[in-house]
């Protein structure tokens, strides 16, 4: 295969993937790095999984070609699994053995030699601030815990690359925050390709480049600055009187389309907002109750490209609810 | 080749580890031996002075042999059958990313659960003192390798249904349809030769029925009792493992 770029690590070109007549995974095409952070980023049942899962040799494809390290996901599984390292969205740790247990039957089945397993088990639980519970079970663990163990795990065979599916799913802001730490410190002390994906918008900033997936096809790639940049300007959103009125007065003096937005808000774009907003105050004919101004998120790209909101306001307690389900679900 | 085998003793030894700290699990599956025998067991053997039949003590004898049996079934079946929600939400998916083979899995698997099993039936013979059941080292050895290759043949079994029917709410149907079935009708609880015609058919093709047959061999060596002769036993058992264990480690390699 000469057509290869050299530089990338993965090679996806017109995935589909089908579940009894569902599409889950639609045509995509795309290519990952060596040494980048590359995020998947789309809404519930956007089909990152799927695509995952078919790129760890976990799923077979429909129709497509897949390559990772230039071996073929269908033909050398095992090469593969061989340098990828793998943290699931569900939960995958054996609760009833203790951190150092975990990595440590992970680490036979990678054939790493015992003297060396101690060492790198030491190592990968330091990274992820887990050294002083290493030999508690993980059944004790918090759920953030658990999440640092399953990256300390996917470490411990230095794979070349390391998928994180949904890696703060279902854990509070802060551990969450911690969890991108890692992630950005891993990135900074390893050669090392990582490839992940969420759906919480704001957190995929730390990629280098972006896919945004929705329905099972990609419907933009780019860094995160560019994509935010397709946006034009900042995001401006206004509570007024009269909505009807102010809109069209808006859309006359801008010329950008004006959209309703949540809680009878108006929003719309503009290019400098600082000097814009008080010019608009002055002469705008309608009373305004209240206005603010911010820069694009990856989360208006997205609006911006479907018309919907990545996340639905109850999104995040369905996620709690559905780690639940899972972890009853195990016994 | 070593990798292989590796990963085989990997899965083997995190089976063996979890079932020995599960203890509400190893008390708990005592519970049910414990009442088939002396509950069940005590109370059909002295109904037989009401209906007038012989003595109820060999009716306990008779029984202590599927008690065991019946234990090793369940363990067994059981633990092969967690190869399905471990694979869709537990540690096997982690397993199924690293470069061991399907087959060692599978096997890896077999091993473990037959483990189990097997303690946990020669924990329960640990009654047989109370049934006046003389259990030597020779005999004990015996009824080792017996539950091994009958917990073998039901694992195997288990595997193969875990890979064809992959949900969780067949599981119930399974175990009310297909287990209890079995083992009421593996000649666990009473002798088979004396039965129905059609409960007889439905014994010969039903492997459990073999193992509890070279089971009650081992323990008891009573002629009345036998249904088959031991090497056929035997071969009953270990083809269903061949045959189960080939065809499982291939549904189990299968991708979605
Ligand atoms: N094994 C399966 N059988 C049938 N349909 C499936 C299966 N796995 C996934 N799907 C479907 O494929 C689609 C994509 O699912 P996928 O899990 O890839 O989404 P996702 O982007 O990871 O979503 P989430 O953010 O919820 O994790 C969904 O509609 C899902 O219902
Ligand atoms: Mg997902």
Known sequence: MNDINANNIIEVKNLVKEFKGLRAVDDITFSVKENEIFGFLGPNGAGKTTTINIICTLLSKTSGEVTLGGYNVARERNKIRNCIGMVFQDPSLDDRLTALENLYFHGLLYNIPRSALKERSEEVLKMVNLSSRKNNLVMTYSGGMKRRLEIARGLLHYPKILFLDEPTLGLDPQ????????????????NITIFLTSHYMEETEICDRIAIID??????????DNLKNTIGGDIITILSEENVKLKKYIKEITGSDVHDAKEGEIRFEIKD??????KFIKNSPVKILSISARKPTLNDVFLDLTGR???????????NLRMRMRGRMRH | MKKELIGVYTIWLRDIKRYFRDRPRIIASFAQPILFLFVLGTGIAS???TFGGGSGGDFLNFMFPGIVGMTVLFTSFFSAMSIVWDREFGFLREVLVTPISRTSIVVGKLLGGSTIAMIQGAIILLFSPLLKIPITFVIFFKIIGIMFL?????????????????????????????LMP????SGALFPLNNTVKWMNVVAKINPLSYGIDAMRFAM????????????LDIVVLASVTVVMSILGSFLFGRQD
């Open chain 1, 175 to 190: 551990t969450r925050n911690k969890i991108w730490d890692y992630i950005i410190k891993l990135k900074k002390s390893k």
């Open chain 1, 215 to 224: 329905e099972g096809k990609i419907i933009a790639l780019d860094t995160p």
């Open chain 1, 273 to 278: 907002s600082s000097s814009f907003i008080p």
């Open chain 1, 309 to 319: 909101e990545i996340r639905e306001e109850n999104a995040s307690a369905r996620d």
């Open chain 2, 47 to 49: 109904s037989f002075s």
């Open chain 2, 150 to 178: 009958v917990a073998m043949t039901i694992a195997t079994l288990g595997i193969v249904l875990a890979s064809v029917i992959k949900s969780m709410q067949a599981f119930q149907v399974i175990t009310n349809f297909l």
């Open chain 2, 182 to 185: 079995m083992f009421f009708l």
């Open chain 2, 220 to 231: 008891l060596n009573n002629p009345a009792f036998q249904l088959y002769p031991l090497w």
